[in-house]
């Protein structure tokens, strides 16, 4: 999503020949500042991958990005995940989870006990 904001704001801050000296220097200036974020090839690479994983932008992506997802995919399956990468577990494969374990919820009385005890207040305030 980052990169798809980037080149529309890109787009919408390039000069128009109708423009007025001072939009058009506001806008050169706005571009040249956006122009000079996310150069880092890493970054970017990590920004393009980001976007091919949101379901709402993944139209958006390159078949290189794909490549380079399904090539990733591929390393973790063969060499394992490393210490930088999260590891998951399944819970089909695996006794043990790794998830925290939730708190049991306190017990709610059921919809006509509550029922009971609104009129029973009702009938000790009378």
Known sequence: ????????????????ETDSTFVK????AVHDNL???YI??????????AQAMDPRFKHL?????????????????QT?????????CD??????STRPSTPELPHLP????RIHNSLHLETNQQ
């Open 61 to 77: 992506t390159t078949v290189p990005v794909w490549d380079r997802l399904q090539q990733k995919v591929i390393d973790i399956n």
């Open 110 to 113: 059921s919809t006509s006990q």
């Open 40 to 49: 880092d090839e890493a970054v970017v690479s990590f920004l393009d991958e």
């Open 35 to 37: 122009k000079s974020r």
């Open 1 to 16: 999503m980052v990169l798809s904001l980037l080149n529309k704001l890109l787009t919408n801050f390039t000069n128009v």
């Open 80 to 88: 394992g995940p490393t210490s930088k990468q999260e590891v998951t």
């Open 25 to 28: 220097g506001l806008k050169k």
């Open 91 to 96: 819970q089909s494969s695996s006794s043990t």
